[in-house]
Each structure stands twice: as C-alpha cells, then as structure tokens.
C-alpha cells in the first residue's frame, strides 16, 4: 500500500505566528525588551521552541542553555493555549490530501512538533480524521532526522515502507528521507523556499495542486 507521510510546520500549516506569539509571551514574562518577528524570524519558528528562545536570548544579550530549557515548557504551554490563532493550512493542502486517499494512497503526519500539540492542533483546524496516523517528536525515543518516526508515521497509517515518500519543507525531511531510504518531496512556498532545491530532493513542488503528479511519478 503506498503512503505519503507530510511533516507539519511550514508543509501542510504555516504556524509561525502562534509560535513566534508564544516565544514573544515568554520574553516578556522574563522582562526581556526583545521580541521576534513574525514574517522575518519565521524560518526560526519552524525550528521548534528552543531555537525561537535561543535567537531572541542572543538579540537581548542574554544566552544561557539552562535559561533556553527552563522556558521551554513554558513557552510549549504558551502555545497550547493559543495554537490556532493565527495559524492557517496552505492553499490546496487539504484537497491535495483528500485526492490520495481517494486514490487509495494512505497518508500520516510525522512532525517534530510534540505529539500533544500536533493532535489538538489538527483537532483545532478540523482535519485530524484526515491523517491515518500523527508521530511527533515525543511519540518515540527519537525524532526526525532519524528515520524512525517516519516509518512509524507509515506503518501506523497501514503503508508499505517500501513504497512511501516524505512530503517536507526543510533539510530535517531531506535527510529523514534520505535515512530511511525513501523519497522527499520539498515544497517551495515554505520559509526556505526555493531554496530547497538545493537539498537535491526527488520532488520539488510550488503548490499542492502539483502533488498528484509528482506522488504518481515516484511511487507510481
């Protein structure tokens, strides 16, 4: 059974605005003058809490690895008390979706985001009976790049290993791809945008209305 396994963050939703709001939450609660930008620091905010800390401790003068961890949960409870504010599926993600499973494709979300906050927030945007299975970062003992997850993501949805592919936006599913042997397909329109291609990925595609076919080409 073939299977098509997205990432999250910056693939199927662009988040950064209630992430980049709950890092924000945090430094203000230090007494920390800083705060991140929504539209310039969304690159960061698809790197997860700990690297949005990290870039506004380092603006403010103020880095320190015992500081980053002792808000980290803090801003993860930020976050889930505002997660789908601002956040928003790309054009066409959902049709996209909804095209392989009617195809017979199984399809799985494997993020890095905690698993918790993946089902709510999937819950929250009204598209989790969509997804035959949900890996996060906490699921298993490892995360993405380890290829792990991904096959677990696959598994879980009822797919071959075999014949899957990664739908991503960063070179953490290039080479998550590439440890499980399988192939990626970047999108574009991510916050590294067309800079992905130089990841040398199977597949590129710009939206979702170019998913069909580039899923066909690589699987078949």
Request: charged residues 25%.
């Amino acid at each position: 059974m073939r299977a098509v396994i997205f990432d999250l963050d910056g693939t199927l939703a662009d988040t950064s605005g209630d992430l980049i709001a709950a890092a924000n939450r945090c430094f203000e609660s230090m007494g920390q003058g800083v705060r991140l930008d929504p539209v310039a620091d969304a690159h960061t905010a698809f790197r997860g809490a700990r690297a949005m800390l990290g870039l506004g401790l380092r603006r403010a003068e103020a880095f320190d690895t015992d500081l980053v961890e002792s808000w980290y949960p803090r801003l993860l409870a930020f976050y889930d008390e505002a997660i789908d504010v601002h956040t928003r599926l790309y054009p066409g993600a959902i049709d996209a979706v909804r095209s392989l499973r009617g195809a017979g494709v199984r399809v799985g979300i494997c993020t890095n985001k905690p698993e918790a906050l993946a089902q709510t927030l999937l819950a929250r945007l009204g598209v989790r009976d969509l997804f035959g299975s949900v890996i996060g970062a906490d699921t298993l003992t490892v995360r993405k790049p380890d290829p792990a997850p991904f096959v677990a993501a696959v598994r879980r949805a009822g797919g071959d290993p075999a014949r899957s592919l990664l739908v991503g936006d960063t070179e953490t599913d290039r080479k998550t791809a590439a440890a499980a042997g399988v192939p990626c397909i970047l999108v574009t329109f991510g916050p590294d945008g067309g800079a992905v291609n130089a990841l040398s990925p199977e597949g590129l595609i710009g939206d979702f209305g170019a998913l069909d076919a580039e899923v066909a080409r690589l699987l078949g």
